[in-house]
């Protein structure tokens, strides 16, 4: 047990670096699009070209993962973060920046499904969901106090954060060398829920598409209003990188509180396909009030309550696949990061063009694809409990 939990500490922290580094660059994009002289567009862009990597590689990864082992992957996948980070920091023009934004994406796609794996192999289906609660607050915290480091290691000049996301991402690097043991493989758990099409036939078996498919909404609304709240809040209330800073960390904090304290209960409570409702409903409809709040204290308000919203879907999500994924667990990995990419690249691409239309209609543009997912949580209900009986009856 005190193995276990030095393994899930070391594997939390390595998550929360590199989503630390994701995180740092928010207070400072409109100063970089000032310097560079880039539009709204072009972020869209950057944030695309980071993605889209991920999306290339992610299934590639989770594959690779369940052959050739979690632990390596994770180290390279920090190692190529350590460099992306350096190279924004040095780039000087919008080459080294889309350059280092493609590291990036790959970097996440060699981290993410082998975390995720790594995590469902050291658990058992009883405390698994508690677990990946705990993964998603370290992802959620990372990526909230990367903001506020970020905006404090501005003062000191723009591309600091950068170097001092590279230093952590190489030293978790080799923190998980000497650290990180290949763990055993839960194979023997639902295994039988693994017979059938393997490879991408795969996406479209009943029991993953539907899951597959709100990834991919909730993603597309997450990446709408986190990859241009900083824009819209400093195009229409002038907030400064330290103002977006304190929005964002606090916003974030209280999500990843509310993770840890209440995920593990509501999931008990609940299950994870009514969990997965409430959380877009809440997010759509907060996405929406971002649009119409004016005070400072209205949008402290609205951005701490939207990141519950999105912060407990993802460990729901999660939890949900790799309860029913046995020895599929990199795959599911791979496929949660594959269509999460989708939704980064065409979130921020559609985002920007519409956000130089008008600053508020990424955001309605997202509150319809959240409520879209809504609609199909009320589909999948059903689907879900007959899935979860012949599981329970081949169990049996």
Known sequence: MKTRNVTLGLLLMNLFIAFLGIGLVIPVLPTLMDELGITGKTVGYLTAAFAFAQLLVSPLAGKAADRFGRKIMIVIGLFIFGMSEFLFGIGKGIEMLFISRILGGISAAFIMPAVTAFIADITDLDSRPKALGFMSAAISTGFIIGPGIGGFLAEFGTRIPFFFAGALGTIASILSIILLSEPNRNEDENEQVSNGKFGF?????PKYFLAFILIFIASFGLAAFESFFSLFVDHKFQFKPSDIAIVITGGGIFGAVTQVLLFDRLTRIWGEIKLLRYCLILSALLVFLMTVVHSYFSILLVTFIVFVGFDLFRPAITSYLS???????????????????LANISGPVLGGIL?????????????????LGIAITLFWKKQASDSSIKVKASVG
Not at 325 to 338: H, I, L, P
Not at 355 to 371: E, G, H, K, R
């Open 201 to 205: 036939k795969r996406i479209f078996a």
């Open 355 to 371: 956000f130089d239309i008008d600053i508020n209609y990424p955001f309605y543009f997202a509150t319809v694809i959240l409520t």
């Open 323 to 341: 309860n029913i994924a046995g020895n599929e667990q990199g795959f599911v990995g791979g496929m949660n990061s594959m269509f999460t990419s």
